[in-house]
């Protein structure tokens, strides 16, 4: 395998130097290698060259909020929102004042319907990852207006993620939501055993079959079986 040496300065804008310790050993297998410093080169030029989401500070985002042994339950979806100040690091999150995505509108209702309580009001969703849940985008980067536009340049970088996170945790609780995160889950060989499975939570899949899922009650009865503590969902309406 060819090894390299990321740049420095690469490490500095893209804040990996702000990581926590516990990630130490999974970056500094991707920094060895020739594909994560090609990864951030080309990601620099498309911040140049075009508008991105997130702002490039956020790109890391969530390996800054959550430690390795936190994480209970890793969600993935699809990209990042593509729309203007948006997307904030955390997948299907954002900070954007007085504004929910109509895909987080979705999961909210769904969690309403599943767990008999109000839909959150809150579209910052940082309370779930404190709580453990690796809110993961299958690419951590979109340009303005063009889903999918960076979903090839983050694939490596995702699946070597994806099997690290197996590999560190058996029992770490798998949520896929959409056909790439369910094509992801295939191909690095995710056990059914504690994955849940549905459509993605957008406007245009959410009717066919991510309403009526239950994935939050779900997992919780997946922790409890694993002798872990649930998730408080609701917690997202505290901060």
Known sequence: MAETTTNQSLIQNFKLDLIGPSWTEFFQEQIKQKYFNDLLIQIEE?????????????????FQEISLPQIKVAILGQDPYHQLDVADGI???????????????????????????????????????????????????????????HLELWQKFIYSLI????????NLIWVFWGKKAKLIKEECEISDEFSLVS??????SAKYGFFGS??????????????????????????
């Open 163 to 170: 099997k690290y996170l197996k590999n560190y945790n058996n």
């Open 46 to 62: 498309e911040y140049k060259n075009y508008s991105c989401c997130p702002v490039k500070d956020n790109i890391f985002r969530l």
């Open 91 to 149: 997948a299907f999150s954002t900070q954007k004042p007085s504004y929910i995505p109509r895909t987080l509108e979705n999961i909210f209702l769904e969690l309403s319907k599943d767990l008999n309580c109000a839909p959150p009001t809150n579209s910052n969703l940082l309370p779930w990852v404190k709580e453990g849940v690796f809110l993961l985008n299958t690419a951590l980067t979109v340009r303005l207006r063009e889903p999918l536009s």
């Open 199 to 204: 459509p993605h939570p957008s406007p245009f």
């Open 214 to 239: 239950r994935p939050f009650s779900k997992i919780n009865n997946l922790l409890i079986r694993s002798g872990k503590d649930p998730i408080n969902w609701l917690a997202v309406e505290k901060i």
